[in-house]
């Protein structure tokens, strides 16, 4: 029934006015974050049909969040509210050059980190969806976590769904070693892996060019599509995003943009969540590769982690970047 | 009495704050739009005697754009309020590379577009007056509209006004074969014309060189002066600005901007704005070309569709571009 | 499948920050309104799954509406994009003792008034559904959106479910004896009616007592239920609350609310959406009539045209009216 | 030719938003103020041709006043701009019960201040002007406006206007004693003259009521026209409006109206605005103390120091208090 | 050396803009909490010198909290920064009749919550301090914030330092039980305690009237001082401010104030710090009592947790309510 | 006692929303400003105890800018509250390319500017202090702050203070003839000279390459350090900064950084504040430099005049440039 499910945690996502330092705020803006919402955020955004499985807290910042993703179309029907919880939160600061931007996490103890084996019926849920998507952040969030992200690609499996994972190796959350371990486990069980040339060496060790990156994975892991994303950081404002895929052994290279950053949390997410778009709508892993570039490239420019785009817009980009206001 | 009278339609213009996806506003600024009253405030604000002529609705939003002309310092006291009418609105979203800004236009069924002939005592507001302007956006909003511009213009010749016009052509208004027959009977009574490569080539079919565009329309239409901008895009960002202008058969050559695009909305009327101011009181049209470029250039730092800006800051900057603070 | 299907115009509402006049606005607060779609939300957001059904233009604006109706988890998948279309709005005014707030409509020529017969496939849409809503205002539309409500209204009855319906006349729509003919013909159907002593007059000429009123309806159209609301003005920004319901014979007399003006704006919209919650989840008329007044009362407080509430919320003011803070 | 000509200063208004203390401000809501420029924009606002005469300094912000004054519809020609000069600072903290608002004067040196006999034309300004109009505080900014404040006011009477005076004595300018021997001087050529209680007393040691008060004025200088504002403050954000007229001997009693206190600064400048409106447009003196009393209760709903109101909403409050919001 | 010293935690208060819900916020206005700071802050801003003690994380957020406390003048030289630590969040939504304020608390596992014996070198601190103070949150907030409490306080007897503790219990902190055992042992050792009627019965059983229980305080703890809070709740947004104090056996009634509610968080705080500050620099109870409650209703009026308010400020209101604006 | 000590005047500096003109503003950003007061405010910052000594007015804005100055951890006990005194106040509008951004000042007969010799006493506010610093500004307010300037750097010397300098002259404050006659008698006492090329040849009449203008100073006066800023300018939103010093006869050549510019007002004073900053703490002049240099690049990026950064992260900075978003 659903195109994409996705389970993880969601975060308050908060920050000063574009350039204002946090010591110094006194206004926040309000956004959610957290990967594996936002790939079901942008999914429902371009018209699949998506799920978020998560537990937020029964309180007033749990409907905020559980809002967030019903605003972006996403089913949030088998989220858990539980008492007493709280919500993680993430407090961003927004650099220009040669200040960087720099993110302060409070997601401890957070409602998500209690998700454990059992808590959901993932037959059900994933009974008839296409696509089963999580990342290298859930199982780092506690052992219980780890348990049900298990459990979760099992039912996937099981069910005929394909698998989605992106690496995201989050040091605060635990030690390469350890993540390297847990990972290596899920990872065999993966169609398309995610992944970017720092956490394919911090976790895995992989070095070499990118291409040697992505076809070590496939070798080492069987995964059947492989993309690792090439982000170029000319300062803090500008930059160029590219990706390249390993695909039935054959090394496709994208289409690159120019952007300027407006935002650039949860890019990743963006063509991840492009990728899986396009593959699930024509097949051609080239043209996925290309949707995700532009939908990443649009999202830099867009405030929150959530890529508010349509189909129709991310492909006339790919048509034609033309600069100029379109009346 | 008035240097410059212009008729036409004002717009409500919204707008999320920068770079806010208009889906996803929560607040808008407001502006006002609408290429003939820009240029009477434009001329006002750089210290001339201008009315805008238009119908307006008779509820609060009508008063708002009465107050948004007056304001500008821009004689209103010609327009019309219609009961039960309703007044256009523009809603602007603002980009950044690669995503161009983009313009929703609800301005069917406007106060404006319900001029027509016989509305306004043209012989008295006109009499006295050094020069009449309107453009190719007023006779595109109704079949009234073209024949009140086309009595607004024969008024202008037999009060002896020079006339200004700018083709501004607008696809969403009407076809380019419609614009072409009646902008072709209005264009024989203009003085001074302004277009762009585009409108030229889609509205009149002239192709070619900057130069050859405006020759053509000296040799069709006999327009005295005839100007053309160009415009370079460099992103959504950056770019620059020059203008050439025909003149008694010699071609000028502008002096060229670079630019920090802010709010390029009414970049090409403010142009138009200060070639007119320009012209008017110097009668020299190199000083007035090169006057427009600059008023252009500081009009895209600012804010809104008015060039709020002072000769004093406009000669400022044909004199020297010195970037660093003025204390 | 639905608890209750509402039809009709979705609006964009915009208003300048508390007390500001919009002749001096200079951004413009957010939110949608339209009583329908008011209806869909408030429902949704007390748990029950509700659908709104409206035509939309096919722009970001019509993108913002979406975004709303999903935002309170309304179902929109039927919802129709209508290209060249445009989104009626609303600007609102909030004034203070004694400037009373203002209204100006610019709801001409909507998506929503080209809905015609035939439009949406009712009896799908309809099956298994528990209730239909709409109001005085959605025939008032146009022509085609009168035979749209007769189309509506009729496959309602034809699958099994109870109508609910709001006189809510307007007078910028259609004079008073032309609604009166067209509801007169739709009430007729109706099972759950709301009315006020001004609407009750203005339209079909009823005087005399609340009492008196209600009981008119029954006689003349026999719905098995009528509530009227009373609504107690001391001034601009305090007033009270309460309603007045007739049941099989029975007048029902509710609990009175003092309350704080906020935003008044929806209030009747949210005493009908909290009556229909109450008695589709209890059957208990007096119980429904107070879950609509406690539920009213809060929307006073709260920015924007829903009522942002959950169950739980009204059932503590029902329960007890404590003013301090809650820790 | 003008209908009211004004002469004083003009100044920058700044206030945190509402409730926050000054010492928090982070930002700052602008606003210009000063009681003769208020009286100017007034009036302009309900339709009557009006010139404001004053001395800004030459720069950013004496071109903002400007921009304030165009913008209410004043004319502002004769404004002269001084190089090197200042422009007064107003700094407003509103309050809630039991901290009443404050305002922080920064006024001194300023441009008007400099204002000196023979540095207006009056006898070209007054020229067919209907009404002049200062007030105490103007004279009280420096020696040389004293002089300038009599040579208006001989000049008005010498071309035939009639003279409006408000008393307005404020502490921080000057003694209670010089005020009273300068004033004493102008008021014998006053008109219409406008006092509150406590100016009455502390400048001119006028006790009793408030029928007796007036009555002294008229007694002492003969004035024709003596109002007396009638303010009653429940509460930082309650109270109530009310004024008392003598003319002819008469003692005429006004129509009282309860207010919620939004902004009161220039309230009392909207009265006297709406007393000179209405006289010189009806020659009504109970219709114009009224037409006074209204506007001055929306004054009080309204950001700012201008009351921002059209004829007709005066009206309409005049002849009904209705607090429910207008469709 | 120190005046006062208060030892406790400091949170980040988090609100969106008056009156909006936390579900719906897009922006998050920023103040600290917590009450032994805000008592630090209070007396600070009156002039004395304090210093608060506490444990902040070491990121930005505690720099955010450190900056608070220094602008408001105390001494935050013995603050610890914690690597890895949290701040604890509280999340405020501001209501209005009849929907009350709400606090969501996200305090667990905070920097200050690990605050243990031996962390602060008391002794060095204290010595030649006036007054120590802390409450009855602190020692809820784990078992070694309950062990540094009694060792703060016997330090400061140990000292010669009065000690000033208000009751403040919190139930999403501690069970009642517990807390009158952990608070028993303390009040022992207070000088001056600070209570309310809800605090007395539910964690000491105390009924009766205000007199007798404060009556019972002294009989069983010894308590030289005890003051109870007297507040009035009219509605959500209006009330009365009193408190009623036992000094050597006499009672003294205090002055009441009424107030309009802008924001009340924290003003049982500054009813605490008004007293203690007026207590050690006059040593007069009855002038402290009604100093506090003077300062505590000009707190109800500021925005955020802190009473920015001078102590000449204070006085004036002592003096004489006058609500109109002061020049 | 203290590390710094400086004195001089703090002025109110307010600006519209990024890019907004001034004359269009309705409402302004709150920062302190004054090159003397940043110096105390960013040396704080980074860890020394700093005094700031002054005179404010003695009113709510004198209170705020107190307030500032605490909030960045300065010691505020010598600065005097002057009754009926004025706060100078800067209103900054920021520009994009070719608009500069630009200053108005309003800052006559403010507070500070009556400083005079015996204000204060400065053997006991300068005994045991490191350093004391102003610069060219100060005794360019007033004749009397002319003569405490001389007195402060004689009570320095005295003291055995190191004293550093600033040219910053200021056309607006005094000719440059005088300015030279009264800086050439302060700089021979000064061991720290700061300066730009654009001071030294407008007020000394140096030319000459960078290195020959820092030998100059040193050879005519006699200056320990000369430092020099080198600022590259690339347009109103780009540039770059570096440094050169003249230490013991050699030069010294910086690091330089590429910038954004958010706001450049106190850029060099972060300079020299970091320059000073690394010169107490190290002893090392090329470290103090660098130091210097990096601080000024992250002041650069950072809204309002004060550079609120840590030590951390200037050496993070002078470590590596990493413009990716730091987790």
Not at 95 to 118: E, F, L, M, Q, W
Not at 205 to 221: A, K, L
Not at 280 to 285: G, P, R
Request: proline share 3%.
């Amino acid at each position: 029934m659903y195109d994409v499910v996705t389970v993880g945690e969601g975060m308050l996502r908060l920050s000063p006015p574009r350039y204002e330092r946090i010591r110094r705020a006194r206004t926040l803006d309000v956004q959610m974050c957290g990967s594996q919402g936002n790939v079901a955020c942008n999914i429902a955004r371009l018209g699949l049909k998506t799920a978020f499985v998560t537990k937020l807290p029964d309180h007033a910042l749990g409907l905020l969040a559980n809002d967030h993703y019903l605003g972006c179309g996403v089913d949030t029907s088998h989220i858990q509210f539980i008492p007493g919880a709280r919500l993680g939160v993430n407090y961003i600061e927004f650099g220009a050059t040669p200040r960087a931007s720099t993110v302060v996490y409070d997601r401890k103890h957070s409602a998500a980190s209690t998700i454990a084996p059992g808590d959901f019926d993932w037959d059900e849920i994933l009974k008839d969806a296409r696509l089963a998507y999580t990342d290298g952040i859930f199982p780092g969030l506690s052992s219980t976590c780890r348990q049900a992200a298990v459990e979760f690609i099992a039912a996937a499996k099981r069910n005929g769904c394909l698998v989605g994972f992106d690496v995201n190796y989050r040091e605060h959350l635990w030690p390469a070693k350890e993540a390297r371990d847990v990972l290596s486990g899920i990872i065999k069980n993966v169609d398309i892996l995610i992944t970017t040339q720092w956490d394919s060496e911090i976790v895995f060790g992989y070095r070499g060019s990118y291409e040697e990156i992505i076809r070590q994975f496939h070798r080492d892991f069987g995964c059947k599509i492989v993309g690792i994303t090439l982000r170029e950081v000319y300062d803090v404002l500008r930059g160029a995003w590219n990706t390249m895929v390993l695909h039935e052994g054959n090394i496709l290279h994208g289409q690159k943009f120019e952007i300027d950053v407006i935002d650039r949390f949860g890019a990743g997410d963006s063509w991840g969540s492009g990728f899986l778009y396009g593959y699930l709508t024509s097949n051609d892993v080239e043209y996925a590769m290309n949707f995700g570039n532009a939908l990443c490239a649009l999202h830099h420019t867009i405030p929150g982690d959530v890529a508010h785009v349509t189909v129709k817009e991310v492909e006339a980009l790919l048509n034609t970047q033309d600069f100029r206001e379109k009346r």
